[in-house]
């Protein structure tokens, strides 16, 4: 299983991430808007995505624990990528 990061609630972005993500990948789409993440949730409803809030900045997901990233790098981006 792969897990990809996407950084930025874009309806676009996240419809190329789930067309390359297998069956079994999962695809965590971050950003810091509830409202944003809602609208591209009811948009591309898909079991393989995950939605969680926060920026590039501050990353809530734990150490090395996604395998690809799309969108803008920050430090703590860097930190979550395998």
Known sequence: ???V???GAD???LAAALA??????????LDPSALALEAV???????????????GEVVPLPDAS???????????VE????
Not at 67 to 72: A, K, L, T
Request: hydrophobic share 45%.
């Open 1 to 3: 299983m792969t897990a």
């Open 5 to 7: 990061l996407v950084v």
């Open 11 to 13: 309806e676009r972005v």
């Open 20 to 29: 390359e993500a297998g069956a079994e990948d999962a695809v965590i789409v």
């Open 41 to 55: 949730e009811r948009a591309l409803p898909d079991p393989r995505v995950w939605y969680q809030v926060g920026d």
């Open 66 to 76: 996604v395998d690809c990233v799309v969108g803008p790098r920050s430090p703590d």
């Open 79 to 82: 930190r979550v990528l395998r």
